[in-house]
């Protein structure tokens, strides 16, 4: 198959290019601004070639490719996709304190950037396109979170993420595109050293010798997915037939604080690294955070064929384990 990845040097899209590599057979174009992950992330996954964003034509012919380039830009988006057979739009303003402090670019990244890649799979007549959504269209609730509770967005993030599914079911609706939205619990792995999520958080300030801090009193709940298990939902996601316009809830079905989550972490840190003192300590809670937030998965296991398979513990092992080896 032919990939187009848009923000493939981050830390999902990396996860995601080195699955591919390893299985052999793919054409990958890479699409990404490089203002989070950059040719350095790609190149320690892989090597690629960077042709002229000027002069493309068709899909990708090398196994790897990298265009640089903003989703916002409506023209070279159309350029960059044509030949390709599927898009995993993984490009994104991907923070609440992001949005909170600046709406407007959180709007303009997350849905006009979504409806100028439908446009371009539109006009290109790509087959299948899936969008990496989250839990925030769905805002505060009692959980678990499934596809058919009603969406009340309590921050701008979700708000966009909630556009971007809108519009992935309206370009189904209208025009027939194969189009798959994933909404990801809280993604954390390997390769995640540049990111602001919570278990990178903890286990970067733990190795720098810094307390970690957990916002309010901990007692806020997530639903943790390991990349090991996202990636391979995102190619399902790619493949399954007739799954066009669905919705799947991508989590582990379990609900942990981040209390809990701190302390297991301590745990493994001071069995798997020399450090043996490391202190937590509670912040102002963070606007537009919900409170409990955890997934029912049952639809992705019935219709995508798709289960987690990892442990929290195994997989907070083996995180720590990729910080210590520099595969950050």
Request: net charge negative; aromatic share 6%.
């Amino acid at each position: 198959m032919k990939w187009f990845i848009t923000g493939g040097c981050g830390f999902i899209g990396t996860n995601l290019i080195r699955r591919l590599v390893d299985e052999g057979g793919h054409a990958i174009r890479v699409y990404d601004n490089l203002s989070v992950g950059g040719r350095s992330d790609l190149e320690h996954i892989t090597s690629f070639t960077e042709p002229d964003p000027d002069s493309l034509e068709g899909g990708p012919e090398n196994e790897v490719e990298l265009i640089v380039g903003d989703i916002r830009n409506e023209g070279l988006v159309q350029r960059a996709v044509e030949g390709a057979d599927v898009i995993v739009h993984l490009a994104a303003q991907s923070g609440v304190p992001s949005s909170v402090e600046d709406p407007r670019h959180d709007f303009q990244m997350n849905a006009l950037g979504t409806f100028n890649l439908l446009e371009a799979a539109r006009h290109n007549k790509v087959g299948r396109f899936v969008f990496a959504s989250s839990a925030a269209p769905i805002g505060e609730c009692e959980p678990p979170i499934h596809e058919e509770m009603a969406c009340k967005p309590k921050a701008p993030y979700g708000a966009s993420k909630l556009a971007g599914e809108g519009y992935c079911s309206a370009y189904h609706g209208t025009f027939g595109l194969d189009t798959v939205s994933l909404r990801f619990g809280n993604v954390y792995g390997p390769l995640s050293g540049h990111k602001s999520s919570v278990v990178a958080k903890f286990i970067r300030r733990a190795m720098q010798g810094k307390v970690l801090e957990v916002y309010g009193d901990g007692q806020q709940t997530r639903d943790f997915i390991h990349t090991h298990d996202l990636t391979r939902a995102i190619m399902l996601a790619a493949t399954q037939p007739d799954i066009g316009g669905e919705l799947f809830q991508i989590a582990t079905n379990s609900e942990t604080t981040v209390n809990d989550l701190a302390a297991m972490l301590v745990e493994i840190l001071k069995e798997e690294t020399s450090l043996d003192q490391i202190d937590i300590v509670h912040t102002e809670p963070r606007a537009g955070d919900v409170r409990r937030n955890y997934s029912d998965t049952s639809k992705a296991e019935e219709v995508l064929g798709w289960t987690p398979e990892m442990t929290l513990t195994e997989g907070l092992r083996r995180t720590v384990r990729s910080f210590q080896s520099g595969q950050k």
